[in-house]
């Protein structure tokens, strides 16, 4: 079992809640990633990063921001939250072989 | 444009017989290549990875093969169970930096049949 945890694991919030996706990892990978998928669809990449203080954009446009300031923990943040933004979030980090590991995923639903 | 082809887009088969999953990529250069297994509502598991040297690597009842001439990639499942139903990923990584970057394919949705 990886060690890469997400909370919450289920998320119901309303529209223009600010909300944050934690998610930490104990295995001291440099590279974390945060992805977005809806059901039955495949993962798009939405933010990532290589290390502390690195964060980049993924190739899907996202209103979400993340903060990389410990190496454990990547948490992303939705300022003000949509209908639109209701999908899951994988968050991963990988090792030197380019093994990602997931965590179980929070599911968000904004109403 | 580095991209990740898979086929076919979903499968249903019924209970131990077996399938070949599909997989081309264009990402250069090529570092290496894995099979993913997704159950439904939990994040996607490793089966295997390919290194440009492999051909073949088994896992169980699952066998990958990788031609890096063509940039193919098929992971084969023998006599599958109830339990093989699940999104099949193939994910490609590259070397063009240190960074490694990972490229996801759609999957294969499998279902297998009792």
């Known amino acids: 079992e990886a060690d890469i945890y997400q909370t919450p694991r289920y998320l119901v919030i309303g529209t223009g809640k600010k909300i944050t996706l934690e998610c930490s990892q104990t295995m001291g990978h440099d590279k974390m990633y945060w992805y977005q998928q809806d059901p039955g669809m495949e993962l798009h990449l939405i933010h990532y990063?290589?290390?502390?203080?690195?964060?980049e954009k993924g190739d899907l446009s996202s209103e979400s921001t993340v903060s990389r300031i410990r190496t454990e923990h990547f948490p992303l943040t939705l300022e003000s939250a949509r209908p639109s933004h209701t999908s899951q979030y994988l968050c991963?980090?990988?090792?030197?072989?380019?093994?990602?590991?997931f965590g179980q995923g929070t599911r968000l639903t904004v109403v | 444009k580095n991209q990740v082809e898979q086929s076919p887009q979903s499968l249903i088969i019924l209970e131990g017989k077996n399938c070949t999953l599909q997989c081309n990529y264009t990402v250069s250069p090529f570092s290496n290549l894995r099979w993913y297994k997704q159950d439904t509502g939990r994040g996607p598991v490793s089966l295997t990875i390919m290194t440009f040297s492999e051909n073949t690597k088994s896992n169980g009842r699952y066998t990958a093969t990788l031609d890096a001439d063509t940039k193919q990639s098929s992971l084969h499942i023998t006599a599958s169970q109830l339990s093989d139903s699940a999104s099949y990923i193939c994910v490609v990584s590259d070397r063009g930096s240190t960074l490694g970057r990972l490229y996801f394919g759609r999957g294969t949705q499998l279902t297998v049949w009792p």
């Open positions: 990063s290589y290390g502390v203080n690195s964060t």
């Open positions: 991963a980090s990988s090792d030197r072989r380019s093994e990602a590991f």
